[in-house]
């Protein structure tokens, strides 16, 4: 079954469409699981704290992608190699490709050296497809902070650090799209919720010959 990704900058729409998709999925009765990075088992998520709270500048870049991966490690071992072996659909939201663009792209660590950490890391598992959710970073941002607002959450650290730097996650994300067309998918976010659900399943049919 496949192991598929779903990646993109704040506020772009991809918890709810993994939840859509998760629901989907269920009511019909395909094993099928979700999870999301950094996190998705209990030692990833004490890791995960550490990334997502706080002052946006409190981790150097490098620190930070190896916090990223460290998680990483946690999640391939305790939840996502389990499911692959026992055949199940991996929805999941980020994966090394966030790390890639995050602290790569928008924040200057070298790509390569992040490519060969990831292969030490990953061990050959690669998602089969990743939709890159692709939204303008100020409709995105405006939709964390109603987000958080309403939910109290205080999971805003990525978000301070300005939208400068999430253009450059913008940008990252859109080249990996154009560079590695064959894995990506890329979506336009901006739309309602209901067409973007839509374009993920006209995908996810002519690729795994589902019918959603």
């Given amino acids: ?26 009511n019909r009765n395909q094993g099928v699981v ?13 890791i995960r704290d550490l990334l997502v709270k706080g002052c946006p500048d409190i981790w ?8 990223m991966n460290a998680a990483r490690v946690e999640h ?6 389990p499911h692959l072996e026992e055949g199940d659909v991996i929805l999941c939201d980020r994966f090394a490709d966030s790390t890639l663009v995050y602290q790569g792209f928008a924040a200057g660590v070298d790509t390569k050296s992040l490519g060969i950490l990831q292969d030490m890391v990953t061990q050959g598992i690669t998602p089969d497809l990743t939709f890159i959710l692709d939204i303008d970073p100020e409709i995105g941002l405006s939709r964390t902070w109603q987000r958080s607002l309403s939910s109290g959450s205080s999971e805003d650290r990525f978000e301070k650090k300005g939208l400068k730097y ?9 080249t990996l799209a154009k560079t590695h067309e064959s894995r990506y998918r890329l979506i336009d976010s901006s739309q309602t919720e209901d067409q973007t659900f839509n374009d993920i399943c006209q995908h996810l049919n002519a690729q795994f010959l589902w019918n959603l």
């Fill in 76 to 81: 391939l071992i305790h939840f996502i190699r």
């Fill in 166 to 174: 999430h253009q450059q996650v913008r940008e990252g994300f859109l």
């Fill in 1 to 26: 079954m496949p192991f598929i990704t779903f990646e993109g900058g704040e506020g772009s729409g991809k918890t709810t469409q993994i939840k859509r998709l998760f629901n989907t999925l269920k």
């Fill in 34 to 46: 979700k999870t999301r990075e950094p996190g998705g088992c209990a030692g990833a998520e004490k």
């Fill in 60 to 67: 150097n870049p490098l620190t930070e992608a190896l916090l």
